[in-house]
């Protein structure tokens, strides 16, 4: 990360873009926490100085700016924020090292598994493509379903009775799951099979601060389409 990057503005500020899964989850983790914070959206085919002064290695959004500080990459954003300011809102992360290390383990399964597993739903050349890569996306689901029953103990979130780090990791693609269902004809986010999964996206989704940043899926159809035709995708 870059050192101190000249910014006088609020102590805390995100660098995003509005359609970027991984942005919506350094919001939803301010928003949980109660954290007051000025969001920038940021332009991905002509980057800001202050994106590429601050996130030099990767140019990529999120970008958490603390006093002028540069944090980067999601999942360290979310376990900064809850670092940074353990007396703010719920913890994300739980107190016990070893229920820390299995919602790490999922958390990164999002970013391992679920998103590449993703990426040829929103650029795949053929509709065939697509329609086979949202298959393996509810395959991949069906794990997260076993996942909630391990990590929720019951309740209602991967956290338990609040929302934690793998509610937020996994809750920030919930928007562009919901529009890959329409995207390839197919049920994502299928209630018959990963029923747990299911009512949890819902009750996530509704929650205050997380219900504000989700996108629009006819916005997301729309930004996809846009995407494609500029790579020349039918
Ligand atoms: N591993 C990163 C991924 C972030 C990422 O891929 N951001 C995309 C937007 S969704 C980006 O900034 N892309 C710009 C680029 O690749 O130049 C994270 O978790 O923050």
Redesign the pocket.
């Known amino acids: 990360m870059a050192g101190r990057v000249a910014d006088k503005d609020p102590e805390l500020k995100v660098l995003g873009?509005w359609?970027?899964?991984?942005?919506i989850r350094a919001r939803v983790a301010l928003n949980l926490k109660g954290l007051a914070y000025r969001y920038v959206e940021d332009n991905?085919d002509s980057k800001s100085e202050l994106l590429l002064a601050s996130n030099p290695v990767?140019?990529?959004?999120?970008v958490l700016l603390h006093d002028g500080r540069p944090v980067?990459?999601?999942?360290v954003i979310v376990e900064y924020i809850d670092e940074a300011f353990p007396a703010s809102g719920p913890c994300l992360l739980p107190a016990d090292p070893y229920r820390r290390a299995v919602d790490r383990f999922w958390a990164s399964y999002v970013?391992d598994k679920l998103f590449p597993t993703w990426i040829p739903v929103y650029n795949g050349r053929t509709s065939e493509d697509r329609v086979a890569a949202a298959r393996q996306v509810v395959a991949v689901l069906e794990k997260f379903e076993r996942a909630f029953d391990e990590c929720s103990g019951g309740k209602a979130f991967f956290g338990g009775d609040a929302a934690g780090l793998v509610d937020v990791v996994l809750g920030g693609f919930l928007g562009w799951l919901r529009a890959s269902e329409v995207m390839c004809g197919v049920r994502v986010i299928d209630p018959a099979k990963t029923p747990l999964l299911a009512a949890w996206a819902d009750r996530f989704a509704a929650l205050d601060g997380v219900r504000e940043v989700i996108p629009d899926v006819q916005r997301l159809l729309e930004y996809n389409k846009i995407r494609r035709a500029r790579r020349g995708l039918p």
Not at 58 to 62: A, D, F, M, T
């Open positions: 873009v359609s970027s899964p991984f942005v991905l990767h140019g990529k959004v999120p980067c990459e999601s999942r970013d």
